[in-house]
Structure formats: structure tokens, C-alpha cells
């Protein structure tokens, strides 16, 4: 087979291939190998191509040994990537060329995805462990000090069932965003009048507003308005919208709007978009892009304080998308907040 054939052929692979010769040299390469190195790459040393020593050490190795070898590499070329490559020995009565065959799979997003799993559990581990930690040392002071103390007694277990109770919080906040994720690609099949929803998730929010001293305003709209989707999912959605309200939103009421429209930016056809307006402190821009992020929290004491899990906006954001929707936050620093959620009114395919 001529050169020129054998570089076709190894074109229709998705992944960058090279071959040296014995003394490394660049002897053929393919399409997708001149895409990240440059063009005339046929006729240079290895080193023209590739720096990384390890790279260089494994290509010796298998020329030397004619065993397999399998190398990470990372190039900042044409972006940061990260590859896998399989250098395997070429023979030459074999293979009627001596050397190496370089073979690179790019692994770029396989090792973000297993580097997100990783910080989750970390993630997931920390918030567990200091409810966890704080519960052990009531248990052992109980156990101890305050063995006959029954005043102090009784205000550790106030303070023990709180920290159970955020436990659970985060143990259910974490199988919702689970499930929530498991659903996304299927489309939801129910309809859902959105006025009556927000009408029945301001009642389920009343006894929180009432012991924050704040006022939830909220008009039903006289006509339906209806949209295809899932009922106890958007539920969730307000329901942590209006709580997030409350909870930061400095003792100044909530007030809830809901308004339809025939576009939005980034709906099919008409929509219907609820605003949950708050006007408490606000949230600096720098913090806004990053609020969907699992355990994200912009003062983390603060937070935890108000019995937040870090998760309710990833939820708010999964759920939105599984309807085809959007999630717009908008605030000001000292002014408030405005979460809006927009949906598409129209049956969607
Ligand atoms: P949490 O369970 O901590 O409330 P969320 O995902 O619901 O988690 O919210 C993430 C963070 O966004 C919160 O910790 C809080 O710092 C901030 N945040 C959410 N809603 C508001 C709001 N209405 N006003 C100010 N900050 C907010």
C-alpha cells in the first residue's frame, strides 16, 4: 500500500494517528493529526510534534521493547485537551514499516465528567459530616457532662433534632436532583394550570412567610393558564424559588407575577414566564452565573444558617430545562432579586 492510501485510510479515523521510524521520525500521519500539529508534520522528529517527556519515554519503551504502552497527554493545541494515547510497536516485515504507531483518543470530556463525580462525593461527604460531627459531640456530652443536667438536656436535643432535620434536608434535596436528572430527556406528560399551582404552593410557603414576618403577594389570574407538564416537579420549582425569597429576601415581602407572551428568547412559540421578586439584599453579579451550581453558595455561613442545602437553584434549573424552559436571574445589590422561570405555553412535540 502506498503512503498516500494508508494516510486516506487512517483519515477515516475519528482519532489522531501518527507512525515513527525507528529513529522517530514522523513518517506518516493522519488528517486529524495534522488538524492539532500542524501540516507538514511527515519528514520532523516526534519532538516537532510532541514535548511531553513521557510521551518520548513511552515511544523508546515500546521501540525498544515492542510492548504496548498506553500515555496521557495533555496539549493547550488548538484548545486544552487532553488525550490518551496507545503507542503500539510496528514491525517491519509485518507491518512494512519499523517503528510506532501513535494512536490518540481524546479523553478531554471523560475526565471532567469523572472529575465533577469526584468533587460531588467530596462535596456530598463534607455537608454530611459536620451535622454528623455536631450530633456525636451532643451524643457524648449527654453521655457525660450533662448526663443529669435535664435543662441543658433538653436544649441539645433542640439542637440535635436540627441537625438531623438538615441532614434529611440535604438526603432529600439529593434524591429529587437524582431522580430530576434521571427524567430530564423525558418529556413531561401532564397539564398543569399555572395560576392554581402558585396559588397552592404560596398557601404550602404561608406558615414560613408568617414566622419570617413576611407578606407573600400574589393574584391569581381569573383565566387558566395551562401548560403541558409535570405538577409535583414545578411545585418544587416555586417552592424553592418562594422559600429562597423568604429566606434572603431581609424580612421585606415576596411578591409572585405571573404574565403570558407570544415569544421569549429561547422558546418554541408562546410563553408564560413567573417572576418571584424579592427585595432583600441582592446578589453580586460575580456570584449570578454560578447560583445552579450543586453547593453553591454565596455566603456560605448564611446559608447553612437559614437551613439552605446548596442545591435547591440546581433543582430549579434541571427541572426548568426538562420543560423546555428558562431560568433568567436578575438582581441588583441592595435592591433584590427577580427569578424568573419562562415556559413554553404550546403543546411541544
Ligand atoms: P440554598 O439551599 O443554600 O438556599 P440554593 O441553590 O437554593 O441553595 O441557592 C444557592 C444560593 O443562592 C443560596 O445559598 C444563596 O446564597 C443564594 N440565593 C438564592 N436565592 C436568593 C435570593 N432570593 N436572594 C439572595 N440570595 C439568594
Known amino acids: ?16 494517528v501518527l507512525i515513527v521510524d525507528r529513529w522517530k521520525k514522523i513518517v506518516i500521519c493522519n ?14 522528529h516526534l519532538l516537532a510534534a510532541i514535548r511531553q517527556p513521557e510521551v518520548l519515554a513511552a515511544v523508546s519503551d515500546v521501540l525498544a521493547s515492542r510492548e504496548t504502552r498506553i500515555v496521557r497527554y495533555e496539549t493547550r493545541r488548538p484548545t486544552e485537551t487532553v488525550f490518551s494515547i496507545q503507542v503500539g510497536s510496528l514491525d517491519e516485515e509485518e507491518d512494512g514499516i519499523g517503528g510506532a504507531l501513535l494512536h490518540f483518543t481524546d479523553v478531554t470530556t471523560v475526565e471532567r465528567a469523572e472529575r465533577l463525580r469526584s468533587d460531588f462525593v467530596a462535596n456530598v461527604s463534607h455537608e454530611l459530616r459536620s451535622p454528623l460531627t455536631a450530633l456525636t459531640g451532643f451524643i457524648e456530652t449527654l453521655q457525660g457532662p450533662a448526663a443529669e443536667d435535664a435543662q441543658a438536656r433538653q ?57 419570617a414576618g413576611v407578606e ?59 417572576d418571584v421578586i424579592d427585595h432583600g439584599p441582592g446578589i453580586a453579579p460575580v456570584h449570578i452565573p454560578r447560583l445552579t451550581e450543586r453547593f453553591y453558595r454565596v455566603d456560605n455561613h448564611r446559608a447553612r444558617d437559614v437551613g439552605g442545602t446548596g442545591l435547591g437553584l440546581a433543582i430549579v434549573k434541571h427541572i426548568t430545562m426538562r420543560h423546555r424552559g428558562r431560568l433568567k436571574i436578575q438582581s441588583a445589590e441592595g435592591e433584590g432579586s427577580v427569578f424568573s422561570v419562562i415556559l413554553p405555553t404550546g403543546n411541544h412535540p
Do not use: W
Open 31 to 44: 488528517a486529524r493529526a495534522r488538524a492539532v500539529f500542524g501540516a507538514d508534520l511527515p519528514g520532523h
Open 155 to 211: 436544649s441539645f436535643l433542640e439542637i440535635m433534632q436540627g441537625e438531623a432535620g438538615r441532614m434529611k434536608g440535604l438526603i432529600d434535596d439529593l434524591l429529587s436532583l437524582s431522580r430530576v436528572e434521571a427524567m430530564e430527556l423525558v418529556k413531561p406528560r401532564g397539564e398543569v394550570d399555572l395560576g392554581e399551582l402558585l396559588r397552592a404552593v404560596c398557601k404550602a410557603q404561608q406558615p414560613r412567610a408568617d414566622k
Open 1 to 16: 500500500m502506498q503512503i498516500q492510501q494508508l494516510e486516506n485510510l487512517l483519515g477515516k479515523l475519528p482519532g489522531a
Open 216 to 274: 407573600i403577594e400574589f393574584s391569581q389570574p381569573p383565566e387558566a393558564i395551562h401548560i403541558q407538564g409535570d405538577r409535583d416537579q414545578l411545585f418544587q420549582v416555586f417552592q424553592n424559588l418562594i422559600e429562597n425569597a423568604i429566606k434572603y429576601g431581609g424580612g421585606k415581602n415576596v411578591r409572585i407575577a405571573i404574565s403570558t407572551m407570544d415569544k421569549a428568547v429561547g422558546i418554541d412559540g408562546a410563553a408564560v414566564q413567573v
